[in-house]
């Protein structure tokens, strides 16, 4: 069984930073790519950003680029998002996925085999 556990979430001012982190335990797996999505109340899950281990290539959703930065350490199955100049348009819970394989994409739920519970972000105006 593989776990994802996201923290790092909170209550933030519109122009402030959070950085959340997802650890993975569990029996050994390997993965291909782990990635951050979120989902705001009444809305479908929405890819955030996502970190191809092999080569290190990382994926953006066009509303955060050049303001979330995901990052990670494949031998210890954890990654990261840092998020500067948070809107409140950013408020959701965040949920992070891991992808055992490639699936042809990063962009869509089903591109990932195991997700975490979430961590709520809020920021207010």
């Known amino acids: 069984q593989v776990q994802l556990v996201e923290s790092g979430g909170g209550l933030v001012q519109a122009g402030g930073s959070l950085r959340l982190t997802c650890a993975a335990s569990?029996?050994?797996?390997?993965?291909?790519?782990m990635g951050w999505f979120r989902q705001a109340p009444g809305k479908e899950r929405e890819f955030v950003a996502a970190?191809?281990?092999?080569?290190?290539?990382?994926y953006y959703t066009d509303s955060v680029k050049g303001r979330f930065t995901i990052s990670g350490d494949n031998a210890k199955n954890t990654v990261y998002l840092q998020m500067n100049s948070l809107k409140p348009e950013d408020t959701a819970v965040y949920l992070c996925?891991?992808?055992?394989?490639?699936?042809?994409?990063?962009?869509?739920?089903?591109?990932?085999?195991?997700w975490g519970q979430g961590t709520q972000v809020t920021v207010s105006s």
């Open positions: 569990g029996r050994t797996f390997s993965s291909y790519a």
């Open positions: 996925g891991a992808a055992r394989y490639y699936t042809g994409s990063f962009y869509r739920t089903n591109d990932y085999h195991y």
């Open positions: 970190i191809k281990w092999s080569g290190g290539s990382t």
